[in-house]
């Protein structure tokens, strides 16, 4: 089976840097995704990190590392519409769905 | 292009009604899946079509659900009788066959309320 450990909650300020990490155990293991969902609507794709390393998309970077089971989100430069909620997922043999962590919500504040 | 379209967006029952939820996927997804959101906890898979097969329904709680994609185009998600415990947001994804399977494209979901 699959399990992934993030943090329920994180807050900062606008302008600021924030990194979100993840765990994850799997059964053999195909990437670490990460999706943001607002309030009231639906989750979106963000990033996805099949090798070791970082990968940048504007202000967010995502980084993994399969020897620790572990990844992170890093978001730079706050906006007050980053607060959402932020998951990360990952794909394993066992199953070809992604398997979801519990979210970990962003408050952003002025 | 349209994206992932969920019906209803809003649902309330009462214990031991029968409710069905209705996903139409991207044009041209074979993969579609179903998830549920808990009291704002994890977003939990329930089950996996490719094209009209169920591929993968580990995820289904008990036999009070049931899914089906006939012709494989839009889905059910069919809860009957359903009970308090299922409140929650039910999402619908769909993905290509072309993807690694890791982006996937929700809907935004039906909020089910029992009561």
């Known amino acids: 089976g699959q399990s992934l450990e993030q943090p329920s909650e994180v807050t900062a300020v606008e302008g600021a840097i924030v990194q979100i990490n993840c765990t994850y155990q799997t059964s053999g293991f195909y990437g670490l995704s990460w999706y943001q969902q607002h309030d009231g609507g639906a989750p979106t794709f963000l990033s996805y990190?099949?090798?070791?390393g970082l990968e940048e998309t504007g202000r967010f970077s995502s980084f993994l590392s399969r020897s620790d089971s572990y990844g992170y989100l890093l978001l730079q430069e706050l906006q007050m519409k980053d607060s959402a909620s932020y998951f990360c997922a990952v794909r394993d043999k066992g199953r070809r769905a992604l398997t979801f962590g519990s979210g970990t919500r962003l408050q952003v504040q002025p | 292009e349209a994206g992932v379209t969920q019906f209803p967006s809003h649902s309330v029952i009462e214990k031991g009604q029968t409710v069905t939820l209705r996903c139409d996927p991207i044009s041209g997804h074979d993969n579609l899946y179903w998830y549920r959101r808990v009291m704002g906890k994890e977003i939990k898979f329930l089950l996996h079509f490719v094209k009209e097969s169920k591929q993968d329904e580990s995820g289904m709680p008990n036999n009070r659900f049931l899914a089906e994609r006939t012709g494989g185009t839009y889905s059910t998600l069919k809860v009957q009788p359903a009970e308090l415990e299922d409140s929650g947001v039910y999402f619908c994804?769909?993905?290509?066959?072309?993807?690694?399977?890791?982006?996937?494209?929700f809907g935004e979901g039906s909020w089910l309320t029992v009561v």
């Open positions: 994804a769909s993905g290509s066959t072309g993807t690694s399977g890791n982006t996937i494209y």
């Open positions: 990190n099949a090798l070791d």
